[in-house]
C-alpha cells in the first residue's frame, strides 16, 4: 500500500502539484526579512500541498479498488466475447482525442446476458480493435462484473498476430482474427492458469500443449487454401490490385488532420465522423 501511495504521490507531483512544495521551500528558503511580504505564497503553498495529499489518498483507494476488482474476477471470472452494439460521440475530449460511449451485449454460458455501456478515449489503437465488433472480457458469472482484456481483444480483433509454432508439424501458424479458436485457446490457458501475457511456453505442460495444438490443427485445416494454378501457355493479363481498405481507425486520423489544418469546419467534421461511427 504504501508503494502504491508513493507511487500516486509522485504522479501528482509530476503533474502540477510540485508548485505547492516549491512554495513552501521558497517561503521558508528567504528568512524572515522577506516573510512578512510572502504570506500569500505561504498560505498558497500549504494549500496546493494538502490537495496533493489528498489527491493521492484518492488516487491511492481508487488503485486498490482496482486492482481488488480485478483479483476477484482473475479467479471467479470466465471469459467471454462481448459484442459491440452501438458506438456514439461524447462533447468532451482527453488530450485531444474525443471520448465516445461504446455499448457492449455480454452472453454469460449458463446465465442470463447484460448490456453494458463504456467510455473511453477514441485513440486510433482502440478504434481498430472496435472494429472487429467485439471485444473480450472477463465477466463474473451471477453479476454484471466485468472487465474487457484488451491484449486479448487486440488478438481477436486482428491488429496483432497470434503465432503459434508446433515442432512437430514444422510450421508457424498464424490466427489472426479468427474469434472462435483464439477464445478457445485462451479458455484453454486460463482454466489450466497459465499466464496469457506476451510469447507462451507450453512445452513444459503437455496437457495443455496437446489440447492448443489440437485447436491450432482444427484452425489451419478450416482454413482454405489456395488452389494450385495449371500451367499456361500464354502469361495472364495483368489484373491491378484492389485498392486497400481504409480503416476505421485510418479514417478518423485524417479526418482529425483535415479538422486542425482547417480544411474543414466544425459542423463537417463533427456529421463524417459520426457518419463514420455508425457505420461500424
Same mark, same amino acid.
Given at each position: 500500500m504504501l508503494g502504491r501511495y508513493l507511487k500516486a504521490q509522485l504522479t501528482v507531483l509530476l503533474f502540477g502539484g510540485l508548485v #505547492?512544495? %516549491?512554495?513552501?521551500?521558497?517561503?521558508?528558503?528567504?528568512?524572515?526579512?522577506?516573510?512578512p511580504y510572502l504570506g500569500w505564497m505561504f498560505w498558497t503553498g500549504l494549500?496546493? =500541498?494538502?490537495g496533493d495529499v489528498l489527491a493521492a489518498l484518492w488516487l491511492t483507494n481508487a488503485g486498490a479498488k482496482?486492482?481488488?476488482?480485478?483479483?476477484?474476477?482473475?479467479?471467479? &471470472?470466465?471469459?467471454?466475447?462481448?459484442? %459491440? +452494439?452501438?458506438?456514439?460521440? =461524447?462533447?468532451?475530449?482527453v488530450n485531444d482525442q474525443q471520448m465516445i460511449k461504446?455499448?457492449?451485449?455480454?452472453d454469460v454460458p449458463g446465465h &442470463?446476458?447484460?448490456?453494458?455501456?463504456? =467510455?473511453?478515449?477514441?485513440?486510433?489503437?482502440?478504434?481498430? %480493435?472496435?472494429?472487429?465488433?467485439h471485444l473480450v472480457a472477463l465477466v463474473e458469472p451471477g453479476t454484471q462484473k466485468y472487465e474487457i482484456d484488451w491484449n486479448a481483444s487486440a488478438l481477436v480483433a486482428g491488429v496483432v498476430p497470434a503465432q503459434f509454432t508446433l515442432a512437430e508439424d514444422n510450421k508457424t501458424y498464424d490466427l489472426r482474427g479468427q474469434a472462435g479458436p483464439l477464445m478457445e485457446i485462451m479458455q484453454i490457458l486460463r482454466a489450466n492458469n497459465v499466464p496469457m501475457n506476451g510469447t507462451i511456453d507450453i512445452r513444459s505442460n503437455p496437457a495443455v500443449r496437446q489440447q492448443?495444438?489440437?485447436?491450432?490443427?482444427?484452425? !489451419? !485445416? &478450416?482454413?482454405?487454401? *489456395?488452389?494450385?494454378?495449371?500451367?499456361? !501457355? +500464354?502469361?495472364?493479363?495483368y489484373v491491378p490490385p484492389p485498392m486497400p481498405q481504409v480503416s476505421t481507425a485510418q479514417r478518423l486520423?485524417?479526418?482529425? +488532420?483535415?479538422? *486542425? +489544418? #482547417?480544411?474543414?469546419?466544425?459542423?463537417e467534421y463533427t456529421a463524417k465522423r459520426q457518419q463514420i461511427l455508425s457505420e461500424l
Open positions: #505547492g512544495p %516549491i512554495f513552501l521551500i521558497v517561503y521558508f528558503a528567504l528568512g524572515e526579512m522577506a516573510r494549500f496546493i =500541498t494538502a482496482s486492482a481488488a476488482r480485478h483479483e476477484e474476477l482473475t479467479q471467479r &471470472g470466465v471469459l467471454v466475447l462481448a459484442a %459491440i +452494439t452501438g458506438i456514439s460521440d =461524447t462533447s468532451w475530449f461504446v455499448s457492449l451485449h455480454f &442470463g446476458g447484460f448490456d453494458a455501456q463504456e =467510455t473511453m478515449a477514441s485513440s486510433p489503437a482502440r478504434m481498430q %480493435i472496435l472494429n472487429a465488433h492448443v495444438m489440437a485447436v491450432v490443427r482444427r484452425a !489451419a !485445416a &478450416g482454413q482454405p487454401v *489456395a488452389p494450385t494454378a495449371p500451367p499456361a !501457355a +500464354t502469361p495472364p493479363a486520423q485524417e479526418l482529425e +488532420t483535415l479538422r *486542425a +489544418t #482547417g480544411a474543414i469546419t466544425e459542423a
